[in-house]
């Protein structure tokens, strides 16, 4: 099954581990949409504290399909973005997200 996810990945001494991570449900298009709406630039491993995946999982195997680094600042506004439009999909619009 097809699925949509966002990771949200913070850099430690020991490499970049997740600390967070939306379900975005199985529509392409809306998972496109809302990553293109995210703040960041092109990733910078080694300057970037913060970066943000957009992950499309194909039987349990992932892909990253896009990746933008981003301030602290840009990551609150990027999770305001994403938990808005999940909201408009899931109770104004009457979908589901799967």
Do not use: W
């Amino acid at each position: 099954m097809l699925s949509f996810h966002i990771h949200i990945y913070l850099k430690t001494a020991g490499g970049f581990e997740k600390i967070g991570s939306f379900d975005l449900g199985t529509d392409k298009g809306f998972a496109n949409d809302l990553f293109h709406l995210m703040e960041g630039r092109d990733p910078r491993p080694d300057e970037d504290l913060l970066h943000i995946d957009l992950v499309e999982r194909l039987h349990g195997l992932p892909l990253n399909i896009r990746a933008i680094g981003c301030t602290v600042d840009e990551l609150a506004r990027n999770v305001k973005t994403i938990t808005r439009e999940i909201f408009k999909v899931l109770n104004l619009n009457g979908s589901h997200m799967n």
